[in-house]
């Protein structure tokens, strides 16, 4: 369970990096959300600003395997992750601990809460 989870982390990391509001959108539960030092932000939220164009990622990149604990139906990974982001043309370079929550629900893995927190400078 844990390699299908880690996969998953993966596959969800190489859709950001594509663009692909439809195949982004597969990962995440209807009722997600992000925390990040802006706040909380909702699955259409964050989905409409890839649709526009406005936000694009061209990297993200898992530094090491997540920690994974899964607790019955609900699994929690925690990771490391490096990423170049494009928000209305302005280059955004980060390191962040990610904490994402998954659900499983009619037999597949669901992202219901993302967090994100910028990683101290080394």
Same mark, same amino acid.
């Given at each position: 369970m844990r390699a299908e989870l880690r996969r998953l982390a993966e596959e969800w990391a190489a859709a950001i990096a *594509?663009? @692909?509001? %439809? /195949?982004?959108? %597969?990962?995440? %539960? @209807? @009722?997600? #959300?992000? #925390? $990040?030092? $802006? *706040?909380?932000?909702? /699955?259409e939220q964050f989905l409409s600003v890839v649709r526009s164009g406005d936000l694009t990622h061209s990297a993200m990149d898992l530094v090491a395997p997540p920690r994974i604990r899964v607790y019955g139906d609900t699994a929690v990974l925690t990771g490391r992750v490096t990423n170049t982001a494009h928000y209305r043309g302005v280059r955004h370079d980060a390191d962040e601990w990610t904490t994402d929550v998954f659900v499983r629900r009619h037999g597949r893995w669901q992202c219901v809460l993302s967090h994100i927190t910028a990683a101290a400078p080394a």
């Amino acid at each position: 369970m844990r390699a299908e989870l880690r996969r998953l982390a993966e596959e969800w990391a190489a859709a950001i990096a *594509g663009n @692909d509001p %439809a /195949r982004i959108a %597969a990962f995440m %539960a @209807d @009722d997600w #959300v992000i #925390v $990040s030092e $802006s *706040g909380v932000s909702t /699955r259409e939220q964050f989905l409409s600003v890839v649709r526009s164009g406005d936000l694009t990622h061209s990297a993200m990149d898992l530094v090491a395997p997540p920690r994974i604990r899964v607790y019955g139906d609900t699994a929690v990974l925690t990771g490391r992750v490096t990423n170049t982001a494009h928000y209305r043309g302005v280059r955004h370079d980060a390191d962040e601990w990610t904490t994402d929550v998954f659900v499983r629900r009619h037999g597949r893995w669901q992202c219901v809460l993302s967090h994100i927190t910028a990683a101290a400078p080394a």
